[in-house]
């Protein structure tokens, strides 16, 4: 509970990026830490909280962590406003080179070093391997993780070259963050099949978010809330 927790806090960091202090960022975590995330993780999570007794299910924590994290994303980028010179004065987005990534194989080695601890987080929700049905979980639970991450890519790859008629890496590897976080919910309880299905919505919703976010002038550098936000509550 913990890890999932600091992931909340995490993901806030990438949608309010360049534009936070540190003491003001480590004051919203501890509030994030200590206040927010855990009544959600208890509603969610714990066997009496209020959406649990509905039926409520999240595995691995697409709504209780990574919607929680990239509403609190949107909000923090909202209220800090964008970095100076984001958006010009018709509202488009800026096409200097300020605001390109910096570095495109350190986003590769990060989304895969985020897909491979992601088996943590969705075979690892499982708790147990006592019985051959906690096995069976389990290896759906990373079968389907890898299936929607890859779907995800694929979708967002394929949306990029229709739309834009160029490749783009790191709005690929957004597409396997989304369709990542897209699956933890139900990654042990759906065939691989509705695994490749969630995976490729989560990408389509992740590009219509980001989108969505530069035409409200809100800037996002990492798209945290639409990879983490959208992907989570889709």
């Known amino acids: 509970q ?5 992931t909340a806090s995490t993901i806030v960091s990438g949608g309010i990026a360049e534009r936070t202090e540190m003491r003001g960022y480590l004051l ?4 994030m830490s200590g206040l927010i995330f855990p009544v959600v993780a208890c509603w969610c999570w714990n ?12 595995l691995a924590g697409s709504g209780v962590v990574h919607l929680c994290g990239g509403t609190g994303a949107l909000c923090g980028a909202w209220l800090l406003g964008p970095r100076a010179g984001r958006f010009s004065a018709d509202g488009k987005v800026a096409g200097s080179t300020e605001f390109a990534p910096h570095s495109v194989p350190f986003i590769v080695v990060g989304t ?5 601890s992601w088996y943590s987080f969705n075979f690892g929700s499982v708790g147990s391997l006592r019985t051959e049905e906690d096995f069976k ?7 389907n993780t890898t299936i929607s991450g890859a779907a995800g890519g694929i979708t967002a790859h394929v949306i990029c070259l229709l739309s834009a008629s160029r490749w783009d890496l790191p709005f690929l590897c957004n597409g396997v963050l989304a369709g990542l976080v897209s699956i933890c919910a139900g990654c042990d309880s759906v065939d691989p099949s509705r695994a490749f299905a969630i ?16 035409w409200l002038r809100i800037d996002d550098p990492v798209s ?6 959208v992907g989570g509550l889709w």
């Open 2 to 6: 913990s890890m999932f927790c600091a």
């Open 28 to 31: 919203f975590s501890s509030f």
């Open 47 to 58: 066997t009496h909280g209020w959406l649990q007794e509905r039926g409520f299910q999240d």
């Open 112 to 116: 895969m070093i985020l897909w491979y």
């Open 137 to 143: 979980r389990a290896q759906l639970a990373a079968v």
């Open 199 to 214: 995976g490729g919505v989560a990408a389509v919703l992740f590009s219509g978010a980001s989108a969505a976010e530069k």
């Open 224 to 229: 945290a809330f639409a990879v983490h936000g």
